[in-house]
């Protein structure tokens, strides 16, 4: 019984700037990587960004020096500020996260999606 719940999406201008978050809840015992994945119509779902439980992080070619991830452990949310947004970013974000629930093992969760579109 967990949720992401995954807020922030919208409509921007190109070069402009959106801030991402997804909060975790449930009985929830750790949580390993929190990521980002991003699907456009007609395209596979691919990693935008992700941070580990210390605090490494991994990014997309496509994004690198634009997008910048990070992470609140204490309220279980990873966060993607996304600036200089290109339409080619325009795309259902989806929030993800590697965790243990109380009383079973690990597994990967996800959120609803929230659309990002970036106007030319």
């Known amino acids: 019984q967990v949720q992401l719940a995954e807020s922030g999406g919208g409509l921007v201008q190109a070069g402009g700037s959106l801030r991402l978050s997804c909060a975790a809840s449930?009985?929830?015992?750790?949580?390993?990587?929190m990521s980002w994945y991003r699907q456009a119509p007609g395209n596979q779902r691919e990693l935008v960004a992700a941070?580990?439980?210390?605090?490494?992080?991994n990014y997309a070619d496509s994004v690198q020096g634009r997008f910048t991830i990070s992470r609140d452990n204490a309220k279980s949310t990873v966060y993607l500020q996304m600036n200089s947004l290109k339409p080619e970013d325009t795309a259902v974000y989806y929030c993800n996260a590697d965790l243990r629930v109380y009383g079973t093992g690990w597994y990967d969760y996800w959120g609803q999606g929230t659309q990002v579109t970036v106007s030319s």
């Open positions: 449930g009985s929830i015992v750790s949580i390993r990587d």
């Open positions: 941070i580990s439980n210390t605090g490494i992080m």
